[in-house]
């Protein structure tokens, strides 16, 4: 079975500070991978995906993420934050359709927090 | 994208009562799932809905806990019976249309708390 770390729990960051959330995922095949945020009050939405191809992905509001297959990491980056992006981000991992393991297993999250 | 909606989107419910959630989907889909998001956690999947047969339950979760029903590609309902406490979550439903598209999406969630 497929499974998700997230290590960071709570990070806190000054507006225009970089950022990198860490995931590493578990699964021994084909993987999709997710990044979810959830702003205060508000529900799932997503960040950005990987699913082939170049393995550096650009996703909304200046995210990316980079997918390291040798180490199992899918890490979360943006160069520069803003006090608007705190939120809690979740990384999630799924098999492709057809697979067993077909559904969204999600890491524990990380709460970001952005001091202005 | 798919839309989804949820019904009801929150709800106060007395210990031992059960509650009924309803995920409808704008367009026929291949996958549904529900979740549940208990306070400052992560989503944790309880089942997968089949159509047309018995839900799928992860490890930790039972039928006789959280009766789905899924009579056509484009509605679930989740059951919470025997409500406690340690209900209190947010509720989602989930929904994948299937190969090529693996993308999933998520509703809006409903905010059951148990007194």
């Known amino acids: 079975a497929q499974s998700v770390s997230q290590h960071n729990h709570h990070v806190i960051l000054s507006e225009a500070a970089s950022l990198e959330l860490g995931c590493n995922y578990s699964y021994g095949g084909t993987v999709n991978l997710f990044w979810y945020v959830q702003y205060p009050g508000q529900h799932l939405q997503l960040l950005l995906k990987y699913f082939s191809g170049d393995p550096l992905v650009k996703g909304i509001k200046g995210f990316e993420a980079e997918f390291i297959k040798s180490k199992f990491s899918f890490n979360l980056r943006k160069p520069s934050v803003q006090w608007s992006d705190t939120a809690e981000y979740f990384c999630a991992v799924n098999a492709p359709p057809g697979s067993s393991a077909s559904k969204i297993i999600f890491g524990s999250g990380t709460r970001l927090s952005i001091r202005p | 994208s798919a839309v989804i909606s949820q019904k009801p989107s929150r709800d106060i419910c007395q210990r031992g009562t059960s509650l009924t959630i309803q995920c409808q989907v704008d367009?026929?889909?291949?996958?549904m799932f529900w979740y549940r998001q208990q306070p400052g956690q992560s989503l944790t999947l309880i089942a997968t809905a089949n159509q047309g047969s018995e839900a799928t339950y992860e490890s930790g979760f039972v039928i006789d806990k959280f009766p789905i029903s899924r009579p056509n590609l484009t509605f679930s309902t989740l059951t919470v019976s025997n409500l406690s406490p340690e209900d209190s979550s947010i509720y989602l439903c989930s929904v994948k249309r299937g190969a090529p598209d693996n993308e999933q999406f998520f509703g809006p969630g409903t905010r059951l708390t148990v007194l």
């Open positions: 367009s026929q889909v291949t996958m």
